[in-house]
Each structure stands twice: as structure tokens, then as C-alpha cells.
Nanobody
Framework: QVQLVESGGGLVQAGGSLRLSCAASGLTFSTYAMGWFRQAPGKEREFVAAISRSGIGRNYADSVKGRFSISRDNAKNAVYLQMNSLKPEDTAIYYC????????????????WGQGTQVTVSS
């Protein structure tokens, strides 16, 4: 049974930082690209960042480029999202996702999802 468990969300002031973690189990982690998505109230789930199986390939949504950084540790079956210079518009539930083989930016292309962690940025 595949499980993705996010942690690290919380309340932070604008300009602050948070680091999200996602612990994966029940899958051969190194064969999956990993992604982070977010969903704000009343909005559709949107792509934030993705990382390749090796960790070398990374891509980001334009809205977070230069502020967020995705990384992974295949020895620990974990993926991370470092979020700096946070803005109120970053407020959302953040989801970790796994896709067999290659990265993707569409939510429908991912195979597994975590339950999400709330990030709230106050102005």
C-alpha cells in the first residue's frame, strides 16, 4: 500500500520560510518522479514543482521560481519543498505526489497523492 505523508506546514508571516517534507512508503521510491501541488480555497489544484527520479531534473511553476526549491533523498524515501520569501498568495493546502518514471506538470498524470498539509501566509 502506497503512502505519501506530508509535514511541515503551518502559519508564517509574509517574507518567511517553511520547509515541507513528504515521506513515501510502499513503492520503489527511486523509480518515481515526485511533485508538489497546491490548492487554495475555491481554486483548482495547481502545479508547484517536480523532481526527476535521480533528483537532477527539476522544474517549477513561474509563480514560485526563484523562491521555492524541490529536493529529494532516495535513501530516505523523502522529498522536500523549501519555500522562501513566502507571500499571502502562497496560502493553500500543499500536496505531495508520485508519478512512475518521468516528471509531469498536470495533476491527472500523477499516480499517488498525500493527504496534504496546510500552509498559511499572513500579510
Amino acid at each position: 500500500q502506497v503512502q505519501l505523508v506530508e509535514s511541515g506546514g503551518g502559519l508564517v508571516q509574509a517574507g518567511g520560510s517553511l520547509r515541507l517534507s513528504c515521506a513515501a512508503s510502499g513503492l520503489t521510491f527511486s523509480t518515481y518522479a515526485m511533485g508538489w501541488f497546491r490548492q487554495a480555497p475555491g481554486k483548482e489544484r495547481e502545479f508547484v514543482a517536480a523532481i526527476s527520479r535521480s533528483g537532477i531534473g527539476r522544474n517549477y511553476a513561474d509563480s514560485v521560481k526563484g523562491r521555492f526549491s524541490i529536493s529529494r533523498d532516495n535513501a530516505k524515501n523523502a522529498v522536500y519543498l523549501q519555500m522562501n520569501s513566502l507571500k499571502p498568495e502562497d496560502t493553500a493546502i500543499y500536496y505531495c505526489s508520485a508519478r512512475l518514471n518521468d516528471r509531469a506538470t498536470m495533476a491527472g498524470e500523477y499516480d499517488y497523492w498525500g493527504q496534504g498539509t496546510q500552509v498559511t501566509v499572513s500579510s
